[in-house]
């Protein structure tokens, strides 16, 4: 604790403090990373990207000509390893990813298509876990791109909002 004395002008109070400060620093030294967490990123063979040269460093050892772009390099690729058992296996997530969303084909309705609308989307009626999942029947009234449509009623009142494509199914009489 410090104690000025009360009539003391600014230069003896800060004499004062500067007199009574300690000038250690403590410094902990870690041998250890201090988070454990890897993360795995799969490196796309298509083309060039900015983890090209990092993973060309650590499968074959390949530097830049230019000195200095080496040393940056060996840092940076210091934080990563190559497991390939992991890059097998996000390599074939992706595989299996692409192979089902290209079969998943959004449904394509045209104008005056009957169609009911997904409960949940809309909210309107709240029938808890024995509720009904799909409302209607309501008519397309207007298609537009990516899977949009603006809908009516069955009297012809149009629905307010656009619905997309998942929120519908078609509706067979």
Not at 114 to 140: F, T
Request: glycine share 6%.
């Amino acid at each position: 604790m410090i104690k000025f004395p009360t009539k003391a002008g600014i230069c003896t109070l800060v004499s004062q403090a500067e007199s009574m400060l300690v000038a250690k620093v403590l410094v902990e030294v870690l041998h250890t990373r201090s988070t454990e967490e890897t993360r795995v990123q799969d490196v796309q063979e298509e083309g060039d990207s900015w983890m090209t040269p990092i993973y060309s460093f650590l499968t074959t050892g390949a530097l830049p000509t230019d000195e200095g772009a080496a040393e940056r390099l060996k840092l940076t690729a210091s934080n990563y390893t190559v497991e390939q058992a992991s890059i097998k296996e996000a390599r074939y997530k992706q595989s299996m990813a692409k192979f089902y969303n290209a079969r998943v084909r959004s449904e394509c309705f045209k104008p005056n298509d009957l169609v009911l609308r997904k409960n949940e989307a809309s909210r309107k009626e709240a029938g808890g876990k024995m509720g009904p999942k799909w409302e209607g029947p309501y008519q397309i009234a207007e298609a537009h791109n990516r899977g949009s449509y603006k809908l009516r009623t069955m009297e012809g009142k149009p629905v307010p909002r656009h619905w997309n494509a998942n929120n519908l199914k078609c509706f067979y009489v």
